[in-house]
């Protein structure tokens, strides 16, 4: 199988799983050898902030000196992205190989896997053969029956922002979405929550921990320190490569599952949690690509809420490219980016799942924005650059990657 053969095949796989659960998962496991009970995990949910947060941990492992495996979705640019070890990705004969093996399992006992979980049982083969001494796993969807919650146990799970997002799948309000998050956590394990959620979410992580006998532990709300993206977190100081007004919250989970990975013996380092934060690469999220162009993946309404914040003391003309996926509630996102003072350009992308930028554009039109269509996203960007102030291209991780592919 080649790599081309690969991807394809991956691609094939149905999006959901015909039967919810993961018994068919766990069969396959079972039959491969069960490489996730060799390795250590942290486990990330949430809704906002999952790949940030395991980002930074993945930096602050690497910086102490920790030999890391990474799983996180979507990808921007290259599909190999989703499976790293050591920062870097799975090399394509490894993707190759390990999918061909997959698949020849499957076929051999007549189970198939939706792609999520295919993707998760290959990057569980590649983390075991890599001697990998923890991994940081972002979950797919929710927790409770996500494919990456097959793990036995964590050393740290940890629950991001919980906002509304994908709720014909996880329930219609933050305590029902925050309910499936919980799922992660373990009988007798340790959590780490995001510092700033509702009073419902709050309560609900907290009955979870309760039940599970699990430890909680929110770390101290993240302070603005001297210096351009600084903070203070627990009275020390720390530096982010990463901008935007929400990262030093999303930092300060990182800090606190880190310390507490520190207690259990792994050679971390307040110096290495700050040398990781400093250093942590995660393109896509508030995102300079240049002076005039910035990046953001923002897809749901709390994601808009915070970039629109993050852009608060910007003094020039705002452009923003935008296109958005059928299954976000596009129209909050929509209300939430029109109060960004500026001009708006719909955007399309070459998918199924896309909102037609006809559409997009009588959502902003609704909330008063000043609204065009550019079908093609090269070309939107372009106009969007014509001008003198900056171009804010948002609303979803493919239209990120689109751009980034042309301009990063």
Partial sequence: MTY???IKYIH??????????NESLRFLLEALGNPQKNLKFVHVAGTNGKGSVCAMLDSVLRASGIKTGLFTSPYLEVFNERIRTEGENIPDLCLAELTETVKHCMEKHNVFLSEFALIFVIALLYFKREQCSVVVLETGLGGRLDATNVIDESLVSVITSIGLDHMQYLGNTKEEIAAEKCGIIKEG?????????DDSVLETVRRFCRKQNAGLFI???PEPAAGERSFSCGGREYSLSLGGHYQPYNAAAAIKAAQLLSEDGFPITDENIRRGLAETVWHGRFEW????LLLDGCHNEDGAAELVRSLAGEKRHITIVAAVMKDKD?????????????????TGLDMERAVPPSELAESFAACGAAVRVIEKPAEAVSTALEGEGICVVCGSLYLIGEIRRLYG
């Fill in 219 to 221: 770390p101290p709300l």
């Fill in 12 to 21: 094939s796989a149905p999006k959901l799983a015909k039967v919810l659960g």
């Fill in 4 to 6: 081309d053969e690969a």
């Fill in 189 to 197: 394990g340790r959590v780490v929550l995001y510092p700033v959620q």
């Fill in 289 to 292: 690509l240049s002076d005039r």
């Fill in 330 to 346: 596009f129209a909050s996102v929509a209300e939430k980016l029109s109060r960004l003072s500026g001009d708006i350009i719909a």
